[in-house]
């Protein structure tokens, strides 16, 4: 059972536009999304996070928009550059629980 | 700050042997998450150690165990491997239990034959 589903494998687009990640998830009492980015041979890093108490942050060229009632969130970056080409998990937690469930992971290809 | 580092990074097994990855924290951080990574099914949630005590386990069989150590290091063991248990195997730091963000290692790749 997927808690937290990322139904875009792979995401390609040009450089200077916008990439659009989305996540969808099941659990209610998720009330914590985080965002980390992988490249090959390396551990995911942590990028931008939001709490349930907001619909939206900032960081950067990285927004984050929560929709609690669709229980979707997404991951905005613009504009995309070519070391943007990452895989890209979105996770989920509750404050009662300790750990962090990620989606399966999008691969996004910034192209020139 | 040295990050979070894991031995070995590559490690070649056979199907029925026992295998124990080690973990090394960040310094100063007492919380230790360890995920498995396969294509297609994300990171997946091991269990989590906190001042060497297991705070929280995911669905995976016995097989799979852990400990923590005094200083915040963590070992995972996996006995009785199977073919699917080839993976990528992620350890990640955290201050404490109720820090959200999390530091990860690079890995270290299982290739069970």
């Known amino acids: 059972d997927q808690q937290v589903k990322q139904n875009s494998p792979s995401l390609s687009v040009q450089e200077g536009r916008i990439s659009i990640l989305n996540c969808d998830y099941t659990?209610?009492?998720?009330?914590?999304f985080l965002w980390y980015k992988k490249y090959p041979a390396e551990g995911p890093t942590f990028l931008i996070s939001i709490s349930s108490i907001k619909d939206k942050n900032e960081d950067g060229r990285f927004t984050v928009f929560l929709n609690k009632s669709a229980k979707h969130l997404s991951l905005h970056i613009v504009p995309s550059q070519p070391g943007d080409s990452a895989v890209y998990f979105c996770a989920a937690s509750y404050s009662s629980a300790s750990k962090i469930i990620f989606g399966s992971g999008t691969r996004l290809s910034i192209r020139p | 700050k040295a990050g979070v580092t894991q031995t070995p990074r590559y490690l070649i097994k056979t199907r029925g042997q026992q295998v124990t990855l080690s973990c090394s924290p960040i310094?100063?951080?007492?919380?230790v998450s360890w995920y498995q990574q396969t294509p297609g099914q994300g990171l997946q949630f091991l269990f989590e150690y906190f001042s060497e005590t297991q705070r929280n386990k995911g669905n995976f069989p016995g097989r799979f165990s852990g400990r923590q150590f005094s200083n915040s290091r963590s070992e995972m063991n996996v006995s009785t491997l199977e073919l699917g248990d080839s993976a990528l195997y992620l350890c990640?730091?955290?201050?404490?239990?109720?820090?959200?963000?999390?530091?990860f290692g690079p890995g270290t790749r299982l290739t069970v034959t």
């Open positions: 659990n209610s009492m998720f009330d914590y």
């Open positions: 990640a730091s955290s201050l404490d239990w109720s820090s959200y963000e999390q530091y």
């Open positions: 310094s100063g951080h007492r919380s």
